[in-house]
């Protein structure tokens, strides 16, 4: 299974909504042979960490590619471009996110490219609730933790909403 967070809290090109941006990227990626299998429902989340930034608007999809991790992460960097992302501070606000959280359960060695899973996305509440709504048997491929539990033992602070 391909997992990828879509997220955005900046207005895109053309000063389309967060949300609208989003999902042009997914088209976009259908557009070039990557095939969206499933959406989760869309959600608002504040910025972790805490800041004024916009709340993020947030979903993750399910993928259907012939392309390996390399050449998917690749694709998603270019289509984060074409949808005006500038990539600068780390947590900084921007038009669009797309990251690879998980490859068919694939597990990095150090410092391989990419790092797989995505090795924020068991500590955030704006990818495991929505990968619940599409897959809600998914198990971490290093802890093997199922979502409830990983759910379970986020923060307390992580605000979020389903839209």
């Known amino acids: 299974m391909i ?3 879509v997220g955005a809290n900046l207005p895109g090109p ?4 967060a949300r609208g941006t989003c999902e042009a990227a997914l088209r976009g990626l259908e557009e070039r042979g990557v095939q969206v299998a499933a ?11 805490r800041s004024d930034q916009p709340w993020y608007v947030n979903a ?6 012939h392309h390996g991790a ?3 992460l690749t694709l998603l960097h270019e289509v984060e471009a074409a949808f005006g992302r500038v990539r600068g501070a780390a947590n900084a606000a921007r038009t669009l996110d797309l ?3 998980d490859f068919d359960g694939a597990v990095s060695d150090e410092g391989a490219w990419p790092v797989m899973p995505h090795p924020r996305m068991h500590a955030r509440a704006f990818v495991l609730l929505p990968l619940r709504d599409i897959a809600p048997d998914w198990t971490h491929p290093v802890s093997c933790l199922g979502l409830d539990t990983l759910i379970a033992d986020l923060p307390p602070d ?3 909403r389903r839209v």
Do not use: K
């Open 99 to 101: 990251d690879l959280l």
């Open 39 to 49: 959406l989760s429902p869309w959600y608002e989340s504040e910025p972790v960490p």
């Open 70 to 72: 390399s050449e998917l």
């Open 158 to 160: 992580q605000r979020i």
């Open 14 to 17: 053309g000063q389309v909504d």
């Open 60 to 65: 993750v999809a399910r993928l259907t590619c």
């Open 3 to 5: 997992i990828v967070g």
